[in-house]
């Protein structure tokens, strides 16, 4: 295996000396140790990888969200091409940062006004100071990964003392828990910040109790849509569920790939964003908005949320057969949606799960074993039967 895998490793044992950790993604680590996975790509089209080593993979993670379209799409380069050509990043503002702004209200009826960023942490971050200016509050209650900024890792020992005071956790799939968190904390709390998917399997009450305590404690309600945003059924989660949340943020799928984040809310609370310094150099940057626009534009004539939720469900029926049919003890899920796949292995069966995992990478299959999975309008029935076909040989092999 290691051989496979031998310019991959020869970059990472590089990289170490000269980045902290050796790898940006995935916490640092390789997706299984032991010299047993991919690290270093260098090329991708459509659903497809390629690892620095040359080998093919159907790739199941797609960057972790971003390639709702898949890789290198070309309409959506295009328009970002285009825009390049015009000035990239421009003294002042430009006419592309309202035309984006008017695109993604038309999809959330609700909103009325919308900023951009080019990170979903950004946009997270930016949705709380919002909330604090316009309730006059401090604290926050949040459940769940919203970035890479200080407030989301407010236990760390790495982060400014006492941030934990101010953001507070509850368990969303325990109301009861929020509700604590109000009676401890009476005015203090100015938003409860949920991402649809740390609510499984879906269920649109829960969300909805979710935000009425908010509502019914005097906070603001924000759906962090950053994965799920133009990948659920109707483009959003609180589409789907008929929900409207005073402020939504955006990033991932928004641009296929080109950097973009945005919050978008009710004028009531998004008129507090001005004058708070929710501003940055390359906020403005317009190859990504045009990208968005285009890729907002496609998401909808291609229905792909429909699409999405179809292969995500063809791949989580064919695995769960595979699981059945070889005794592995594992079960795949799309919670809240099919888009979005996992196979969750039991407990202790770690031995198996590495195993498993290291089989299909060898055989070309890009799978997270410790992270959510996406499909993309690139991958075809096809490209899902072909992984399966893999996944099924090598839960068989499992039990020699
Ligand atoms: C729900 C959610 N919110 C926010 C973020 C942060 O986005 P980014 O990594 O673009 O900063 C992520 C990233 O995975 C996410 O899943």
């Known amino acids: 295996m290691a051989e496979r895998y031998a310019a991959s490793y ?5 990289a170490c000396k000269i980045i902290p950790g050796g790898i940006q993604l995935d916490g640092g680590r390789p997706l299984l140790h032991g010299g047993l996975s991919p690290l270093y790509f260098d090329r991708a089209r459509g659903p497809y990888v390629w690892d620095a080593d040359g080998n093919r993979y159907i790739d199941l993670i797609m960057a972790y969200g971003p390639f709702v379209l898949g890789y ?6 295009a328009a970002a091409v285009a825009q390049l050509e015009h000035g990239n990043l421009i003294s002042m503002n430009h006419p592309l940062h309202v ?25 997270t971050t930016a949705a709380l100071r919002v909330a604090r200016r316009a309730t006059g ?6 459940c769940g990964y919203h970035g ?3 407030w989301c890792h407010s236990n760390a020992d790495f982060v400014p003392a006492r941030l934990d005071e101010q953001v507070l956790a509850y368990d969303a799939l325990d109301t009861q828990s929020l ?11 100015a938003a409860v910040i949920l991402a649809p998917e740390m609510v499984h399997p879906s269920n649109r009450e829960a969300v909805a109790a979710i935000a009425r305590l908010a509502h019914a404690n005097g906070a603001l309600f924000i759906m962090d849509e950053v994965k799920t945003g133009l990948r659920a059924p ?19 799928a928004l641009g296929n790939g080109w950097p973009i984040a945005a919050l978008v809310g009710t004028r009531d609370t998004m008129r507090y964003g001005a004058g708070i310094s929710l501003s940055a150099t390359y906020h403005g940057e317009t190859s990504a908005m045009a990208a968005a626009i285009e890729t907002l534009r496609i998401v909808e004539r291609d229905n792909a949320p429909a699409y999405l939720e179809g292969l995500g469900q063809r791949f989580i029926t064919g695995l769960n057969a595979a699981a059945a049919r070889n005794h592995v003890p594992a079960r795949a899920y799309g919670e809240p949606i099919a888009a979005m796949p996992f196979l969750s292995f039991a407990d202790d069966s770690r031995n198996l799960k590495e195993r498993f995992y290291a089989d299909v990478l060898s ?3 890009l799978l997270h074993p410790n992270h959510l999975w996406y499909v993309s309008t690139a991958h075809t029935e096809r490209d899902i039967d072909d992984a399966l076909a893999i996944v099924d040989d090598a839960m068989a092999r499992l039990a020699l």
Do not use: C
């Not at 035309?99 to 946009?123: D, N, Q, T, V, W």
């Not at 509700?179 to 709390?189: C, G, S, T, V």
């Open 363 to 365: 055989r070309g299959v």
């Open 179 to 189: 509700q604590r968190l109000f009676d401890e904390h009476p005015d203090e709390i």
């Open 10 to 14: 020869a970059l990472y044992e590089r």
């Open 99 to 123: 035309r984006f702004i008017e695109e993604l209200l038309h999809r959330f009826p609700y909103a009325e006004m919308g900023a951009f960023f080019k990170a979903g942490s950004e946009a």
């Open 72 to 77: 290198g799409h070309p309409e959506v380069d």
């Open 148 to 150: 890479w900024h200080d």
């Open 137 to 142: 509050r401090r604290a926050v209650a949040r």
């Open 234 to 252: 109707g483009g959003s989660m609180q589409n789907f569920y008929g929900i409207r949340p005073d402020l939504t943020t955006l990033s991932k």
